[in-house]
């Protein structure tokens, strides 16, 4: 469907990428069929690539163009005659370098000399650009969800072919892959990690660390079975499974979600909670309100449609005290990206938090917390509003990270909610920094 007509009474359309999507690095329009008077508006850093029936007709740079034969000729092929329709999809993509993108997460298993198989782990940041727009927009149309996603996924499996690679020449262990992290980030950067199949160079990949498990071994967080409750009288797990707390805001060791911290402890089991209020089913009582709770802004930018609908549910539970028999457990998830698409900078937030209900085994509390910040980090790369302005979103926060673990905490005998305290942007912060210059100088 054509926009309302404009002057002269023909139709108009501006095709661009919508705000809340600045500085993604693929886009696709939705339209395929174009009125003849449609403009094409590229921003700084992007490429428009225009394709029909799996191939690439053309490229526009920055800037506004007509879509239109007379300014781009290898439209000619593409437009009806009798209407002047444009049959073509449109693709835009950043052109600019994606730096320290956080990737890593399980890779796959390997045998080693001894006939042990191995499970392999990385973490590192990943430097990219995109080489050829065409050829990356031919593959991320097929993509079904978030391309960078996609990217990730390569990564994790082209470290692996290195690991194989280099083994098989005698460069490297599979015993000893710790002090491999070099040589294997240098021969993935070689074989471009698969992602010139998506027409991208790889420009980096750094600090690069890659785990081993043997088998029966406790997985990484990322990958780690759920507990289920903890039997009476059972004896707490190794230490190299679960790292004790240690004070509030101290690191936790290990896993790739070390850094999350725990208070010293949890209050001791109570008698059984009442049954769960209307507001919060399935989380534990609802517990009456302290205080009003405080106004929900008239819009709530980003968090995806299930944020979305989450909105509308927030209430003061979150704000309550804990009812009798219930625990308080305190945490920090440090450093959650938040991406300002606005000012295309990148933030690490800290996010401290209460996580109120069922008392929390000793041997449960890595693992909550663990789990918490995967939910966290998900609900935060859904967000898309100014990021100097998250704070002010703590209910809905707190809501949405609710309702994202729960199914995974009853799986492990656990039933609350969590009440977000405040959403920490570090002062020393260089994005913050940026924001808050632009802010000042009324550019943001």
């Known amino acids: 469907m054509y926009p309302p007509a404009g002057a002269g009474g023909v139709a108009t359309l501006r095709v661009e990428v919508p705000v809340q999507q600045k500085g993604a690095l693929y886009h696709r329009h939705p339209e395929h069929s174009l009125p003849p008077s449609a403009t ?31 300014s781009a000729p290898f439209l000619a092929s593409v437009v009806d005659p009798a209407s002047g329709a444009v049959d073509a999809e449109v693709h835009f993509l950043r052109t600019t370098p994606v730096s320290a993108l956080p990737v890593g997460g399980p890779v796959g298993k ?155 402890g949890v209050a001791p089991p109570g008698p059984p909670a009442p049954p769960p209020g209307p507001s919060w089913p399935g989380f534990g009582p609802q517990q009456p309100a302290a205080a009003p709770a405080a106004p929900r802004p008239a819009a709530w930018p980003g968090f995806g449609p299930a944020g979305a609908a989450a909105a509308g549910a927030v209430g003061a539970a979150a704000a309550a005290p804990a009812a009798a028999g219930a625990a308080e457990l305190r945490f920090t998830l440090p450093g959650i990206l938040y991406s300002d698409h606005q000012a295309r900078v990148d933030v690490r937030a800290n996010l401290h938090g209460v996580f109120v209900g069922a008392p929390v085994p000793e041997s449960h509390t890595r693992w909550l917390i663990d789990t918490l910040g995967q939910a966290m980090a998900a609900i935060a790369r859904d967000y898309s509003g100014p990021v100097l302005d998250v704070d002010q979103f703590r209910p809905q926060l707190a809501e949405a990270l609710t309702q994202a673990v729960a199914p995974v905490l009853a799986q492990g005998g656990l039933q609350g909610h969590v009440v977000v305290v405040q959403v920490e942007l570090p002062a020393n912060d260089p994005g913050v920094q940026h924001l808050v210059a632009l802010r000042q100088h009324g550019r943001y």
């Open 40 to 70: 094409v508006v590229v921003d700084d850093g992007d490429v428009a690539v225009l394709t029909s029936s799996g191939r690439a007709l053309g490229q526009l740079g920055p800037g506004t163009h007509a879509l239109s034969p007379a």
């Open 110 to 264: 390997l045998t080693d000399s001894n006939g042990n198989e191995l499970a392999i782990a990385y973490q590192a940041k990943l430097s990219f650009v995109v080489r050829d727009p065409a050829k990356a927009a031919l593959a991320f149309a097929h993509v079904r969800g978030d391309p960078v996603e996609r990217v990730k996924q390569l990564v994790g499996r082209g470290l692996l072919a290195s690991v194989v690679r280099l083994e098989k020449r005698g460069e490297v262990m599979i015993s000893s892959l710790a002090r491999a992290g070099r040589a294997v980030a240098e021969d993935a950067k070689t074989s471009e990690l698969g992602l010139g199949d998506l027409g991208i160079d790889v420009l980096g990949l750094d600090g690069l660390e890659l785990t081993r498990q043997a088998p029966g071994a406790e997985p990484a967080a990322a990958a780690r079975p759920l507990p289920g409750p903890a039997p009476a009288g059972a004896a707490p797990p190794p230490a190299a499974a679960y790292a004790p707390p240690g004070p509030a805001g101290a690191p936790h060791a290990g896993g790739p979600h070390a850094g999350y911290a725990a208070a010293p």
